[in-house]
């Protein structure tokens, strides 16, 4: 049944047929598929699959060789501020610096530069300052909002060079989230978290999910991706090779087979 317009899928993402070449290499072949606004979807893979580069495109760091990629039905077109700009945050695979003091300050920066694209411009000099000076004080207190959410509002006034690399991947999140964004896009997020932390992220997701955000979660792991998951595609050599629950991609051979060639153990396809 074709989505209507205000059925989740057509609210959410739609990746129609992009293809990514670097030279003779085809990274993206004709991948095509949709992250709903309302679910977390997955894109599993082994090493080199191509998620990386699929999200860079979604993102708009690059542009494909051919392909579209519609939000809520509009063509996303335009490099990555633009996109920022309609609503696609994402993280990346390795966080880069925080780029601020604190921890804090690097999410407030984030949620006062959000601030400042959606505020109209005040009419006198005077009401600008003041202008600003309430979005200053309303972005430090939506950094401490954020930080406890991801739940690191005790790394706060740390040294934003200082903090351990899972503690940097959330605030990274934080700072995502700070945009308030439609989609939200994930690249390895699991990675280095201690147990404890990526439970938390899983229920985070899920509620993230609830209030509407449409997550795109890709991982080359199965277990963290298929067990938080609405809808999985699994791309191998560029491809997407099998979509589905995540029940139908355990079962799934194609996913299976692609499981097997990434080199782990197929006593992690347990079931749920
Ligand atoms: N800038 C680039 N120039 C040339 N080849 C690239 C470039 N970026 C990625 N590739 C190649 O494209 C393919 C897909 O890479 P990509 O990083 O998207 O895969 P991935 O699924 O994200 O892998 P991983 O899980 O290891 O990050 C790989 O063969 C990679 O070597």
Do not use: N
Not at 45 to 51: L, N, T, V, Y
Request: one cysteine or more; proline letters at 6%; a positive charge.
């Amino acid at each position: 049944m074709a989505p209507t317009a205000s059925s989740p899928t057509a609210q959410g993402l739609l990746v129609s047929d992009v293809t990514v070449r670097f030279g003779a290499l085809t990274a993206v072949d004709r991948a095509a598929l949709t992250a709903p606004a309302g679910a977390v979807t997955g894109l599993i893979g082994p090493d080199g699959a191509g998620k990386t580069t699929l999200c860079d495109v979604i993102s708009g760091l690059r542009r494909p060789s051919e392909g579209t990629v519609r939000l809520a039905g509009a063509d996303l077109t335009g490099g990555a501020r633009e996109r920022a700009r309609r609503g696609v945050a994402r993280t990346f695979e390795r966080p880069g610096p925080l780029g601020a003091a604190t921890v804090r300050d690097a999410v407030r920066a984030a949620a006062a530069r959000h601030a400042a694209a959606r505020e109209h411009p005040g009419r006198t000099a005077r009401d600008r300052w003041r202008r600003r000076r309430a979005a200053r004080r309303d972005a430090a207190g939506r950094a401490d909002e954020l930080l406890a959410r991801v739940g690191i509002g005790e790394y706060a006034r740390r040294s934003a060079r200082a903090v351990p690399p899972d503690v940097a991947r959330l605030a990274e999140l934080a700072r995502a989230l700070a945009a308030d964004p439609s989609v939200l896009l994930l690249d390895e997020p699991w990675t280095g978290l201690p147990e404890r932390r990526r439970r938390s992220l899983e229920v985070l997701l899920r509620d993230l999910a609830a209030e509407g955000l449409a997550v795109l979660v890709a991982g080359q792991d199965l277990e963290p991706v298929l067990g938080v998951c609405d809808v999985v595609h699994v791309l191998d050599g560029g491809r997407v090779v099998a979509s589905g629950p995540p029940a139908e991609i355990r079962a799934d051979a194609r996913a299976r087979g692609v499981h097997r060639s990434a080199g782990a153990p197929e006593a992690r396809l347990t079931a749920r």
